[in-house]
């Protein structure tokens, strides 16, 4: 029997991180989510024309690394990555689910999202999973606090979110030198 | 489903129940303060800039707490200041709100230990005893059942002390002729000298002053004494001694008073049911809508000294809270300690207060205002009489 983490202290902890996180912090991002169905891929399920739906504004924490300049046959370019963390309760409570594929923009920039990991608990359980909760032998202990996705800068041209080198370009999206 | 528990709304409705003991729910006063109490305080820790982890009923709890603990420093001072006029009334009378007058019956409680062993009233009852005197017998046992009769007690049995014993000479102004009389002290002769000797009585004309009766009352003892045996007694433990070897024709009995000393180190001689000491003396909670303003300021400040503590241990259950991808550490320490400092200065405040005005401060003022208005007065100049 859990004595410290029950469901009273979890939603101490749950009111606290969505004070900070959605009141304090409130960090935006703009959350893109890969449209499976409209998008078409290959016999190897690649695909060159990802469709997105809609974009959705998230709070969240983000941790963003520099910017890390490349040079090859192609030319110069640069890499950057992120780590984005999410409050799970608030993912849940809007019904969002944060996968692999899809992207998040933020500071002027896309990110496509690597890999997906919600394993940071609260009192060291998640209810969702922790066994003696669902089997009813015990009440509600620990909460799960984040869903963390760590991404990587694409190119903005690969999404087809915004519409590049149309002329018709939008007049944030000129180039400063032109 | 998770469980949300709700935190301060930014409002609140109190409904009589909501305190955990109740004292002043129905209190309309505190009905009209209750909700502006709580919303003062969650004001005061940062609503609505920040949350507070509170609920309503954490203030309510808080508010009821400060009425009580006023209430309590006021009936402590109280009975410190008046605990000598409270020994031995009554503990059924509230005295919350009441003006205790003084009186010296705890004074004259303390003193009535010594007026038994004067002989002078006191609270331990003086009883009568007796013992049978036989001709030639001089020692006599105070144990002996058969010549020892006790109002109280039984010889030999209960522990007595003898306080007096009734052992004495007749008195001496029994033992010459009234002077009223004129006979036997030689005034006939004068009269009759004076020319009033025929008349009957003859000594309504003669004026004696009273030193002439002591001087004569004492000429008697002091032969007694010096010429006679004396009567007396020598009193060792259980043993009486008398003096003059009786003889049987004089006295047969000898009278004392007594103590049984059970009864001197019974501790219990008040009543029961009387006021004994701190926790006994009939103080209830206050009537908060009898507290003036003064008072309740100190008890909302108080309020949001218990409101910040208790915020503190919440925030400070856990030394570090996890959120997304980090921890943070919340201001739960800071919160108790800064609670904790305040309120001991809220606790000292109100007893600094109350203890100038105990009756011996109050007194000491009243002294130190004539004082200083003496010293005021010798420094007026003095009327020159020019006649």
């Known amino acids: 029997m859990a004595l410290f983490g029950s469901a009273r202290d979890a939603s101490l902890v749950r009111s606290v991180n969505r004070e900070l996180v959605n009141r304090y912090i409130d960090t935006e991002v703009a959350f893109y989510k890969l449209d499976l169905n409209a998008t078409n891929s290959n016999i190897y399920g690649e695909s060159d024309n990802k469709v997105y739906y809609g974009k959705m504004k998230m709070p969240c924490l983000v941790l963003k690394e520099s910017k890390a300049a490349t040079a090859d046959e192609y030319g110069l ?3 950057r990555t992120g780590t984005f963390a999410f409050l799970r309760d608030d993912m849940k409570a809007k019904n969002i689910i944060i996968e692999e594929g899809d992207v998040l923009e933020w500071d002027g920039e896309f990110y496509e999202i690597d890999s997906v990991s919600a394993s940071e608990y609260f009192g060291g359980r998640n209810p969702s999973r ?11 202990f620990g ?4 869903v963390k996705c760590e991404a990587h800068v694409t190119r903005r041209s690969s999404l087809n979110i915004q519409e590049l080198r149309t002329g018709v370009n939008k007049e944030s999206n000129l180039p400063r030198n032109l | 489903m998770a469980v949300n528990v709700p935190i301060w709304p930014g409002s609140s409705s109190f409904f009589p129940g909501d305190t955990p003991f109740g004292f002043y729910d129905n209190d309309f006063e505190f009905q009209q303060e209750v909700d502006k ?5 969650a004001k005061r820790l940062g609503y609505p800039i920040s949350d507070i982890e509170l609920q309503p009923i954490n203030f309510y709890t808080c508010f009821e707490e400060s009425i009580t603990e006023y209430g309590a420093q006021l009936n402590s001072f109280n009975i410190r200041d008046n605990m000598l006029n409270l020994f031995g009334a009554s503990t059924g009378s509230n005295l919350t709100g009441k003006k205790v007058s003084s009186n010296f019956g705890g004074l004259i409680e303390i003193a009535e230990e010594y007026g038994t062993e004067a002989g002078s009233g006191g609270n331990v009852t003086y009883y009568t005893g007796s013992i049978n005197i036989e001709s030639g017998q001089q020692i006599y046992d105070l144990t002996n059942t058969s010549s020892v009769s006790l109002e109280s007690g039984t010889p030999g049995i209960d522990a007595i002390e003898i306080k007096r014993i009734f052992h004495e000479p007749p008195p001496a102004i029994a033992r010459f002729f009234d002077p009223f009389i004129g006979s036997g002290v030689g005034t006939q002769q004068m009269l009759d000298a004076f020319g009033f000797g025929n008349y009957s009585p003859g000594v309504s004309f003669m004026m004696m002053p009273i030193y002439a009766d002591l001087l004569r009352m004492q000429a008697i003892e ?7 045996s004396a009567w007396s007694f020598q009193l060792s433990k259980d043993r009486l001694k008398i003096f003059p070897i009786p003889d049987g024709s004089n006295f047969t009995k000898v009278y004392f008073n007594y103590i049984l000393k059970s009864d ?3 501790p219990l001689k008040g009543n029961t049911g009387t006021i004994s000491d701190y926790s006994n003396v009939p103080y209830e909670n206050v009537v908060y809508e009898n507290i003036n303003s003064v008072g309740r300021q100190w008890i909302r400040r108080y309020t949001l000294a218990l409101a910040k503590e208790m915020l503190g241990y919440i925030r400070g259950k856990y030394s570090a809270l996890p959120i997304p991808n980090a921890e943070i550490t919340l201001n739960g ?11 001991e200065g809220l606790i000292t405040e109100l007893k600094e207060i109350l203890d100038t005005m105990s009756r011996q ?13 003496q010293s005021q007065f010798t420094k007026m100049p003095m009327k020159i009489y020019i006649g």
């Open chain 2, 37 to 41: 109490i709580a919303d003062w305080c």
């Open chain 2, 264 to 266: 001197r180190s019974n």
């Open chain 2, 333 to 343: 320490a800071d919160l108790v300690s800064a609670a904790q400092t305040e309120k």
């Open chain 2, 222 to 228: 002091l032969n007694d004494t010096v010429r006679r």
């Open chain 1, 77 to 79: 370019d640069y890499t």
């Open chain 1, 130 to 140: 922790d066994i003696g909760f669902n089997t009813g032998e015990r009440g509600e």
């Open chain 1, 143 to 146: 909460l799960s606090i984040s």
């Open chain 2, 361 to 373: 401060a109050q007194l000491e003022r009243k002294q130190a205002e004539a004082d200083a208005l």
